[in-house]
């Protein structure tokens, strides 16, 4: 948002910020729900940035006294970026295979978690040998090392070693470049790809033959986007033998 890139540009000048927590200082005539003194952890467009934020009530949740101020401002958006990316646009089921890529940031270390927490199996693809120790921390089954020389392949081969050769169900990436361009390749069967960030820097272009030769999904996830658990026109996959057709939810 700073560079100007993001989706949604506020207009100049604008302090930055998305995410804060603190003490109410006070509350306008008519707000209920809270009074100064209370401690809220608080999500703003942005603005987050400062000493003092104005905030609405529904941009406001009221956090325990043993919460640490800099654990509830931390937590928020990444816990509700990783249940939407699972949910919302992943579709994810208990059972299922996902793997996460930038699994140590804040949205990866929350998608293993929650991937654990339902039922599922996370892989955690981490971009140093020495971040595997916080993924498994975190509850991943496996670690993926995305530092392999050759990453086209190996990220794939080392999926399949742990998936007795059916790839991930969903993938959660938060990186974009070749991890995105490698990870396409280890879907299993009707896979889903989510794109959540591009903290590899290249914002990545899914080509419609990768695609389609493992009937996969693909969908964007932004926090100001609302949607059914199974977007409407994506496809409805069929048993290998007999492919796949695309049928309206």
């Not at 003490?23 to 306008?28: A, K, L, P, S």
């Not at 208990?94 to 890529?101: F, S, W």
């Not at 140590?104 to 654990?116: D, I, P, R």
């Not at 080392?158 to 050769?165: E, F, L, P, R, S």
Request: glycine fraction near 12%; hydrophobic fraction near 40%; charged fraction near 20%.
């Amino acid at each position: 948002m700073v560079e100007g890139r993001y989706q949604h540009k506020p207009p100049l000048p604008f302090t930055p910020g998305k995410e804060l927590a603190g003490e109410v200082v006070e509350v306008g005539y008519d707000v209920t729900s809270f009074v100064p003194g209370d401690r809220v952890m608080v999500q703003v467009e942005h603005g987050a940035f400062a000493e003092r934020v104005v905030a609405r009530p529904e941009q406001c949740l009221e956090i325990p006294d043993t919460m640490p101020f800099d654990d509830a401002a931390a937590m928020g958006l990444v816990y509700q970026t990783a249940w939407f990316a699972l949910h919302d646009r992943g579709g994810f089921a208990p059972g299922e295979t996902v793997l996460v890529t930038g699994a140590t940031g804040g949205v990866g270390l929350a998608a293993v978690q929650l991937v654990k927490a339902l039922g599922g199996v996370a892989l955690a693809g981490v971009t140093t040998p020495s971040k595997a120790a916080a993924a498994l921390e975190a509850g991943a089954d496996h670690v993926i090392d995305l530092s392999v020389a050759n990453l086209r392949d190996g990220l794939r081969e080392q999926v399949h070693a742990v998936t007795g050769g059916k790839g991930a169900d969903i993938c959660i990436d938060v990186l974009g470049g070749d991890p995105f361009d490698a990870a396409m390749r280890a879907l299993a069967w009707c896979g889903r790809m989510v794109v959540v960030g591009f903290a590899a820097g290249r914002i990545p272009r899914s080509r419609p033959t990768t695609c389609w030769s493992r009937t996969s999904r693909s969908a964007a996830c932004s926090g100001r986007t609302t949607a059914t658990a199974r977007p409407t026109g994506w496809p409805r996959c069929r048993p290998r033998s007999s492919g796949c057709t695309a049928k309206a939810s």
